[in-house]
């Protein structure tokens, strides 16, 4: 069992940063590929940012490439999503994921859920 909770959001103008948070809890948590999600008002959840659980490969959305970068302190169970040059396109719900497979995550999908945090970018 691994338990999720994301911290860092915020209200941040348009080409500002903000830096997420993600605090696992569990004794395997650090086997776990983790990723972050969003989900904008009125509009499905999607994929973001994945990285494996060794941290040696990762994987973004092409709309993210050269703004975000995410990354794990595996010794503090901790993930981070670091977000430059914010548009008001990426307000969201931002949500922190864990699976033991990568490429579930790329597709989508996670075994385990935190309960997200709110990022909301003016223009």
């Known amino acids: 069992q691994v338990q999720l909770v994301e911290s860092g959001g915020g209200l941040v103008q348009a080409g500002g940063s903000l830096r997420l948070s993600c605090a696992a809890s569990?004794?395997?948590?650090?086997?776990?590929?983790m990723g972050w999600f969003r989900r904008a008002p009125g509009k499905g959840r999607e994929f973001v940012a994945a990285?494996?659980?060794?941290?040696?490969?990762?994987a973004y959305a092409d709309f993210v490439k050269g703004r975000f970068t995410i990354s794990r302190d595996k010794a503090n169970k901790a993930l981070y999503l670091e977000m430059n040059t914010l548009t008001p396109e990426d307000t969201a719900a931002y949500y922190c994921?864990?699976?033991?497979?990568?490429?579930?995550?790329?597709?989508?999908?996670?075994?385990?859920w935190g309960q997200g945090t709110q990022v909301t970018v003016s223009s």
């Open positions: 569990g004794r395997t948590a650090g086997a776990f590929s």
């Open positions: 994921a864990a699976d033991l497979h990568f490429r579930m995550l790329r597709i989508g999908r996670g075994a385990y």
């Open positions: 990285i494996t659980s060794s941290g040696d490969n990762t």
